[in-house]
């Protein structure tokens, strides 16, 4: 493919980037998506997880089954933190990004 | 708020499973995110031809009424325009109607999210007038809009192939369709030839090279055995395939397994549409693209096993019903693909065995 073709539309990511990012080890969706701000725009990577997954497979043979899918976070879809806070009295139980990191001796793990 | 089964999802499945939970005296809530029940079914204009034995052909707009009217006449509460944004610690699912977020809490949930149309890139696949062949359905079709006035159409799927039919008719010169493998993908041959009288060239071994405008599409690079042909037009149709929506089983912590004839990764689950969580089942494109045929019975084997679960129906009840849908399912879903039936039931033993469990690394 076109080196300069867009993978990621919302983040202008190229394929170029992508094969780069490959080619110093990324093996999954999120280690290009760290790599290179691939999927971190508004659709959250809904348009390019799957391209992103066929540039893997075809630049490293690995097997889709073993290409992991991209980690979906709360919200499921865009909304406005005015949105998410009104009427909410109890806004401190919606589980949140940070939720998910666990800490060991105040560090995270 | 709260309710017996939260049904997410108000298209061809989630009605079906909305039907036999309600009419079981269960109270049942639908969330749907567009202001209309019956997903994809609204601009489906062509007659549906692998329905159950006990559904008449109709097309997809009809089908769509006339679940829509079967809901209707439930207690079923409809939650039009609104949004599942994700789950409260304790379990509740967090719904927005965009002005607020609310908390509801369902004993049961029936997630039937559909699947999305796949992208196909190539360079400068981002312009203006270059979509899916889904969206220039729905452009036609619910919007009435045309999307164009000289298209072309890269697939050649029964899908694909319906659309280049509703295109033609409305008045958009389809001027070509592009398939990279040896032969059309079109199972379906009178459609094909259908295709072919209306004077619609189908290029195989062929794939789209480039795409070409100044902020819109008006040239594309078609490539057929080294040879280039360039094409004028203003509006390009890429049939990517589908696959599930799956943000709502990650956020509950689901498994998952790869099938590729069933659209990629898709939730682990039973042969009662129960994925490994109790209190969540699925149904329709989310547990697999296949048919509409095939997604109203999942509705179904989804809507009876639910009911079980909450005391509504026996056990030999459910199981009776559950195996003679199955049995419905196979006979649609051979007859489309087998391939795709062997998927779903390798996927349904594979249930012990789920490769995505624990994917919670940071």
Known sequence: ?109 | METDVLIIGAGPAGLTAAVETASRGLDVTIVEESLSMGGQLIQQTQVLGSLPSFYQPKRGFELAQRLRKLVEDTSVRCLLGHRVIGFYKDGSVGISDEANVFPLKAKKIIVATGAAEKAIAFPKWTLPGIMTIGAAQTLLNRDFVLPGKHAVIIGTSDFAMDVALQLSEGGVQVKAMVEKSQTVLARDTEKVNQVSKMGIPVHVNSSIKEARGIGRVEEIDIEQREQIMTIPLDTVCVDGGRSPILDVFYQLECSFGYQRELGGWIPQYNPFFRTDREDVFLAGNAAGVSSQGVLLVTGIIAGINASESLGALSKEEAEIKTTSLWKEIETLETKLDPDVWNARIRHVQNYEHPVLTDQFIS
Not at chain 1, 45 to 70: M, N, Q, R, W, Y
């Open chain 1, 1 to 109: 493919m076109d080196k300069t073709t867009i993978i990621c539309r919302c983040e202008e990511i190229s394929y170029e980037e992508i094969e780069d990012v490959i080619s110093i080890g990324a093996r999954r969706f999120d280690d290009v998506k760290r790599l290179t701000r691939c999927g971190m725009g508004p659709c959250q990577s809904k348009i390019c997880s799957s391209l992103v997954a066929e540039i893997i497979h075809d630049k490293t043979g690995l097997p889709f089954p073993e290409i992991p899918l991209p980690r979906m976070r709360m919200p499921i879809s865009p909304i406005k933190i005015g949105t998410l806070t009104t009427n909410s009295t109890t806004f401190s139980s919606v589980k949140s990004v940070l939720d998910e990191v666990e800490l060991e001796d105040g560090k995270v793990k």
